[in-house]
């Protein structure tokens, strides 16, 4: 059995074993992780049970509960207002997530140039993603305004002559949306993204312009394929993000503004079920129906990777 030697100094000479130092190492690596998944546990695993148990139940204002089995569930299906929240999620993902990707891809590849002052790009770019949700869902609310808002104001003064109406018009709210949506996640996928740029070795695009191959050849045939891991990382976390959308539809829309029933998503019907009308059981079945929407869509992410994704 193979020993390791840890001090020679006197007459005293202790040995450990390969196996209890492994066992050493396994613990001081558990007693680093301890916190991170304590509070996996407290935050998300503990809740999930909660919120699944409490999803068969019919829950009073009084905190008295009454199993009702698949009633909650069978309730959310016959819901009109549960399938317009889905669809106005799945639409606000299905629009924002490319469109960010495509921008944060463009201005990654563009960062990683030969650009002045490219630090300051980068801090300007990625502010979004570190300034308060509440703070960025006023200005932009401010920016949206009909009547005083600078949007219109330079619409206006390009000579676009009708006045928007961003966030009281059902047909263009949700548009308002998926706008401040992109650009709050540009910035921090572009930084992952570039992260990602900077690991490709040169010597692959040194050996294709000796090939003669141009810029978009390069593109298409090296750093798309090299990058593919990140961005494999980052169409599943911006799904996830983007599914799980609710801070700016809270901030930006009032519940008497007649247009949030076309942005209104799931996780803000969630909070309105659970702590606006006090029906906490059914507001449950709609965040697990969230949950296993998401883990549905994740899991074809994660199969469909096998056929894109290059990992070298």
């Given amino acids: 059995m193979t020993s390791i030697v840890e001090n020679t100094k006197g007459k005293t000479v202790r040995t450990v074993t390969a196996k209890e130092r492994k066992r050493k190492t396994a613990l001081w690596g558990w007693f680093f992780i301890a916190p991170t998944l304590i509070g996996l546990m407290i935050l998300n695993v ?4 909660q919120s699944l148990f409490m999803s ?5 204002t009084f905190g008295t509960s009454t199993f009702v089995g698949l009633d909650n569930y069978l309730k959310m299906l016959n819901d009109a207002d549960f399938w317009q929240s889905l669809r106005n999620t799945f639409f606000y993902a299905i ?6 990707i495509v921008l944060s891809l463009f201005f990654a590849v563009l960062m990683n140039t030969k650009v002045k002052a490219l630090g300051l790009y980068r ?5 979004p993603m ?3 949700p509440a703070a960025i869902a006023m200005v932009w609310r401010w920016l949206f305004n009909s009547e005083y808002g600078l949007i219109n104001v330079v619409l206006d003064k390009v000579g676009y002559t009708g006045s928007i109406q961003w966030i009281t018009d059902p047909q263009v709210a949700i548009w308002s949306i998926i706008i401040v949506g992109i650009w709050t996640n540009v910035g921090y996928n572009m930084i992952l993204l570039l992260a990602g740029l900077k690991e490709i070795p040169k010597e692959y695009y ?4 000796v090939d003669g191959a141009g810029p978009m050849k390069q593109f298409f045939s090296i750093t798309l394929p090299l990058l593919s891991p990140q961005l494999f990382f980052v ?3 911006s799904v996830i993000s983007a599914l799980q959308v609710f801070d700016i539809i809270f901030m930006m829309f009032d519940r008497t503004n007649l247009a949030l029933k076309s942005t209104q998503s799931l996780v ?3 909070f309105n079920e659970s702590f606006v009308l006090n029906e906490k059981g059914y507001g449950s079945a709609v965040a697990i129906s969230l949950v296993l929407i998401i883990m549905m869509i994740t899991g074809i992410q994660l199969l469909a990777q096998k056929k894109w994704v290059t990992y070298d």
């Fill in 46 to 49: 503990i809740p999930l049970f």
């Fill in 56 to 60: 068969f139940q019919n829950v009073s």
């Fill in 95 to 100: 629009v924002q997530v490319p469109v960010t």
């Fill in 123 to 127: 801090t300007i770019f990625f502010l």
């Fill in 130 to 132: 570190i300034a308060a």
């Fill in 206 to 209: 040194e050996a294709a312009v």
């Fill in 235 to 237: 169409s599943v976390t």
């Fill in 268 to 270: 803000y019907m969630f």
